[in-house]
């Protein structure tokens, strides 16, 4: 099984709202990633956990708050954000420093800021 | 610093006919190097990968890639296109890191249409 679930599909927000997206594997992997993807373009990283801590912090706004609360979940907090943070936004999984480096992902957030 | 270039941005190829996208990378050591392919939509899925050993990798869905050092190149192919192969197709470098692991640097992509 290589499957990377992530919810909400679909999330609409206005610029004052507070809401999260969430991601989880059962795969085992000890790093897991968030990356943004506007359209058109090739997706950008924005945060690496491995082993639970973050790792990477990829220079991103504040408005974006990662939480790993567990090696399986993790979730992008976000507040008031801009309409330029429309995008899709896609989680992803490797095994982490010791293992296998290739990543899985999922399905996907489309968020749109109104 | 770590760089993937995809030099065709959009490559229409008819259907049963073979394909080769192309895929340059800049990076310092042996790279981990993969392709990806992604629906509209949809999130991306690993098409194949290469690590070490064998230049020639296979792949899913009938895709293969060959690794050339000398060239600085990771070029995908398949020998007969299906119509359901259309699709944004993504060559990425990964860049090792001790404490994070690899993240993955991709290039600007290839849209690929098959037409009839």
């Known amino acids: 099984d290589t499957e990377v679930t992530q919810t909400p599909k679909h999330l609409v927000m206005g610029m004052t709202n507070k809401k999260s997206l969430k991601c989880e594997q059962h795969m085992g992997h000890r790093a897991m990633y968030w990356y943004k993807q506007k359209a058109k373009k090739p997706p950008e990283l924005m945060f690496v956990y491995s082993y639970e801590k973050l790792s990477i912090n990829e220079s991103v706004p504040s408005r974006f708050s990662p939480e790993c609360p567990n090696s399986s979940l993790l979730n992008l907090h976000l507040h008031a954000l801009q309409p330029e943070d429309s995008a899709l936004y896609l989680c992803a999984s490797s095994q982490g420093p010791s293992g296998r480096p290739e990543a899985f992902f999922g399905q996907g957030t489309r968020l749109t800021v109104v | 610093a770590q760089s993937v270039t995809q030099p065709d941005i959009h490559i229409t190829v008819s259907e049963g006919a073979s394909l080769e996208l192309r895929c340059n990378y800049s990076?310092?050591?042996?790279?981990?190097l993969f392709w990806y392919v992604q629906s509209p939509g949809q999130g991306l899925q690993l098409l194949l990968k290469?690590?070490?050993?064998?230049?020639l990798v296979q792949g899913i869905k009938g895709f293969e890639a060959e690794f050339k050092r000398s060239q600085s190149s990771f070029n995908l192919r398949k020998p007969s296109v299906h119509w359901s192969d259309a699709a944004e197709y993504f060559c990425a470098v990964g860049a090792y890191d001790s404490q994070a692991g690899t993240a993955l640097i991709f290039g600007k992509g290839t849209t690929l249409s098959v037409s009839s």
């Open positions: 290469y690590f070490s050993g064998d230049t």
């Open positions: 990076y310092g050591a042996t790279p981990y």
